[in-house]
């Protein structure tokens, strides 16, 4: 877990630091940040671990199983 937040501060650590000591002004060092394939990204993550502490993956799922016809029970879960 410790590891991953050095990965991330170090990660922004520069493009930060880039702004300070004149190496580039901040709407460019920072404009891949806001890229939208980022924001989709981001979103859908959030959503997914949303749905996953509320317990509502496994509804999508079985739903998405369902209508397309898969055997619910042969991966060992709840059958449909």
Not at 9 to 30: F, M, R, S, W
Not at 56 to 64: K, T
Request: include cysteine; aromatic fraction near 8%; hydrophobic fraction near 50%.
């Amino acid at each position: 877990m410790r590891s991953d937040v050095r990965v991330a501060a170090t990660a922004l650590l520069a493009p930060v630091l880039c702004i300070p000591l004149g190496v580039a002004k901040d709407k460019e060092v920072l404009a891949p940040f806001a890229h939208p394939s980022i924001f989709l990204f981001m979103g859908s993550f959030f959503l997914a671990e949303a749905m996953r502490i509320h317990g509502q993956e496994s509804a999508l799922g079985g739903g998405s199983e369902t209508a397309v016809g898969a055997d619910c029970g042969r991966w060992g879960k709840r059958e449909c």
